[in-house]
C-alpha cells in the first residue's frame, strides 16, 4: 500500500507542477529560463504520446493507459514483486502513466514543459521523468533479481551435489561394509 500512496504523491507534484507552468506561462510556445545552458521551461501541449506519436489518438491512448495502470496497480496492492526495488519502480511507473492519463481525459492533450538546451529531445514533463525513471529502475531490479536467481540456481545444484556426494560416500561405506562382512562370513565358513 505505501508504493500505491507514492504513486499517488507522483501524481499530485506532476499536476501541481503542470497546473504552476500552465498559469506561469499562460499559451503554448511560450517559455522562461531554468537551468541556463542546460534547459528551459516551455509550455508544450502534447497530443500524442512520446514523441508526438500516435497524435490524435486520445481514446486508444487512454485505454491502454487504464489498462497497464490498473495491472500494475493490481501488481502493487499484492504487494508483488517482493523486493522493494521492484515496487518502487512500478510506482514510479504508475504515478507517471496516470498523470499523463489524467491530462488527456480533463485536457485531451498533455502538458509538458522541461526543454533541453544543449540537446534536441523532445519536451517533456515531471510524468515522464517517473516513467523514464521507472523504467531505468525495473531494468535494473530485472538484472539484479536475474543475478540473485542464478546464484540461487547455483546454490541449489551445489547443495544436491553435495548432498549426491555423501550418498554416494554412504553407499560406498555400506557395500564396503557388507563385503567385508561377506567376506567374514565365507572365511568363518571355509575355517570349518
Known amino acids: 500500500m505505501p508504493y500505491v500512496l507514492l504513486s499517488a504523491l507522483f501524481v ?13 506561462l499562460g499559451s503554448p510556445g511560450r517559455s522562461m529560463a531554468f537551468l541556463p545552458g542546460l534547459m528551459r ?11 508526438g506519436m500516435l497524435a490524435g489518438k486520445t481514446t486508444l491512448l487512454l485505454i491502454v493507459t487504464a489498462l497497464v495502470s490498473l495491472a500494475i496497480l493490481t501488481v502493487l496492492l499484492l504487494d508483488k514483486p517482493a523486493r ?15 498523470g499523463n492519463a489524467l491530462d488527456r481525459a480533463v485536457q485531451g492533450y498533455v502538458v509538458d514543459m522541461f526543454e ?33 536467481e542464478k ?8 547443495e544436491r551435489w553435495e548432498r549426491s556426494r555423501e550418498a554416494a560416500r554412504a553407499d560406498a561405506a555400506l557395500a564396503e561394509k557388507i563385503r567385508r562382512d561377506f567376506d567374514e562370513e565365507h572365511d568363518d565358513l571355509s575355517d570349518r
Do not use: M
Open 12 to 24: 499530485v507534484l506532476d499536476q501541481l507542477f503542470k497546473a504552476w507552468i500552465s498559469g506561469r
Open 84 to 98: 522493494p526495488l521492484g515496487r518502487l519502480s512500478l510506482s514510479f511507473i504508475l504515478g507517471g502513466a496516470v
Open 116 to 148: 533541453t538546451e544543449f540537446v534536441s529531445f523532445p519536451v517533456f514533463n515531471v510524468a515522464d521523468c517517473c516513467i523514464t525513471l521507472g523504467a531505468a529502475l525495473l531494468i535494473l531490479w530485472v538484472l539484479l533479481d536475474e543475478r540473485k
Open 41 to 51: 521551461l516551455t509550455l508544450v501541449h502534447n497530443y500524442g504520446a512520446s514523441w
Open 151 to 158: 546464484r540461487r540456481r547455483q546454490e541449489i545444484s551445489r
